[in-house]
């Protein structure tokens, strides 16, 4: 087969907006009472929900940071290959999941084992895009009109998350505490406004 055969980028998206979604609705299905609750017990039962709520909305925002970079990074490529489609299912299968880690985490919020396991699962999907990011930066498949050092910035930027989220699996034999701060430190640093992006 040839290394460069041409794969549209509009399927590889839309293959990768669709696993996206049906993680995203996974996770969800996890938000439920373990109690069908009575006027006297309902408080009890949504405060129970809190770790579950709580890691759904880091994953969900970690998903949505992944899906805009991934839907940035495919606009500003001229042409997919095997490789590339390779390194995008890569990705894909760490994506799948993250629902098992915030489960994990989110049923068992004070076992160091569950933030150990969050920590993998978002380190292996941080060197996924890393990897991907890699490959095009490397063999020249950004369109002509992109900037290249905006996107080496952004590539230092997912190594940095890389390395957060390593450490937080670490920390996570110490402290979930500190962890859990470290899995808060990747979200932040993706809103701080950045005018290459």
């Known amino acids: 087969m040839n290394k460069t055969t041409r794969i549209s980028t509009g399927r590889l998206e839309a293959f990768s907006d669709g696993v996206i979604a049906i993680i995203i ?4 299905f996890d938000l439920k009472l373990q109690e069908i609750p009575t006027d006297n017990t309902v408080w009890d039962e949504l405060l129970k929900l809190v770790p579950k709520l709580i890691s759904y909305a880091i994953s969900f925002l970690m998903l949505a940071i992944m899906w805009v970079n991934h839907h940035q990074l495919f606009h500003q490529i001229k042409r997919t290959d095997n490789k590339l489609l390779w390194y995008n299912i890569h990705l894909l299968f760490w994506m799948s999941l993250i629902p098992f880690g915030t489960h994990f985490i989110g049923a068992n919020p004070w076992l160091w084992q569950s933030s150990l396991f969050y920590g993998v699962i978002f380190f292996m999907n941080a060197l996924s895009f890393t990897l991907i ?8 498949i950004l369109l002509d009109s992109i900037n290249k050092k905006a996107h080496i910035k952004i590539r230092n930027k997912n190594r940095l998350a890389l390395f957060i989220y390593f450490l937080a699996a670490i920390f996570s034999l110490i402290s979930v505490y500190i962890a ?3 899995f808060l430190m990747v979200p932040a640093m993706y809103f701080k406004p950045d005018n290459n992006n």
């Open 25 to 28: 609705t996974v996770m969800v």
């Open 133 to 140: 990011r890699n490959y095009v930066i490397e063999n020249d």
């Open 180 to 182: 859990f701060a470290m």
